[in-house]
């Protein structure tokens, strides 16, 4: 079992803001990165340090993170964001890294 | 633009080897951490291994320690993957992922984090009799 949990599920109307979150003991001491995946299609880096984007990920994702919980918030989702969004980050023994089980959003 | 690609997958016995491979282009392949991830058809991901720059820091997974083995070549801009003692749980698709640092785990200059910046699109590995 991960030591980040993940909902399995998640919905929102489109144009609507939704909040996804990681939780984990972990996330105590090491920070979540977050990852967009596509049917067929690698993973997709679009948090890291909390609340960093990379070049091209646009500005309706942003990251937070408060004690154990790690939140992905998407604001105004579109129809292109429909995906599984997995979280990342260090295991407690610090030597391991390990993904939450995912959460597929449904973009209404 | 960074490529990762991923070769060598296929069907194996239970039991039986394989060895992956990544080829690395668009970026210093030396100055990066280099990881394996792998991805049961349906399921979700889990980080297999992860080998620094210079290959002195190396970590596997539980269910794979002992039995798998990554390496890198640095003068052919390549990341490997020995797998020994292959099991049906091994049944995956295997994808080679670039480390933001150097290192296995953390940056340098913010310890607490770590991410995947890059990733190959996989190749799949199926272990069935």
């Known amino acids: 079992s991960s030591e980040l949990t993940q909902d399995p599920a998640v919905s929102v109307a489109l144009g609507q803001t939704v909040r996804i979150t990681c939780q984990g003991d972990?996330?105590?001491?090491?920070?979540a990165s977050w990852y967009q995946q596509k049917p067929g299609q690698a993973p997709l880096l679009v948090i890291y340090n909390k609340n960093n984007r990379p070049s091209g990920i646009p500005d309706r994702f942003s990251g937070s993170s408060s004690g154990n919980t790690a939140s992905l918030t998407i604001t105004g989702a579109q129809a292109e964001d429909e995906a599984d969004y997995y979280c990342?980050?260090?295991?407690?023994?610090?030597?391991?890294?390990?993904f939450g089980g995912g959460t597929k959003l449904t973009v209404l | 633009e960074v490529q990762l690609v991923e070769s060598g997958g296929g069907l194996v016995q239970p039991g039986r080897s394989l060895r992956l491979s990544c080829a690395a282009s668009g970026f210093t392949f030396h100055d990066y951490g280099m990881h394996w991830v792998r991805q049961a058809p349906g399921k979700g991901l889990e980080w297999v291994s992860g080998i620094s720059w210079n290959s002195g820091s190396i970590f596997y997974a539980d269910s794979v320690k002992g039995r798998f083995t990554i390496s890198r070549d640095n003068a052919k801009n390549s990341l490997y993957l020995q797998m020994d003692s292959l099991r049906a749980e091994d049944t995956a698709f295997y994808s080679c992922?670039?480390?933001?640092?150097?290192?296995?785990?953390?940056?340098?200059?913010?310890?607490?984090?770590?991410?995947?910046?890059?990733w190959g699109q996989g190749t799949l590995v199926t272990v069935s009799s």
């Open positions: 992922a670039k480390g933001a640092g150097p290192a296995v785990f953390y940056l340098a200059d913010l310890p607490r984090s770590y991410y995947f910046d890059s």
């Open positions: 990342k980050s260090r295991d407690s023994s610090g030597n391991h890294l390990v």
């Open positions: 972990n996330l105590r001491n090491y920070y």
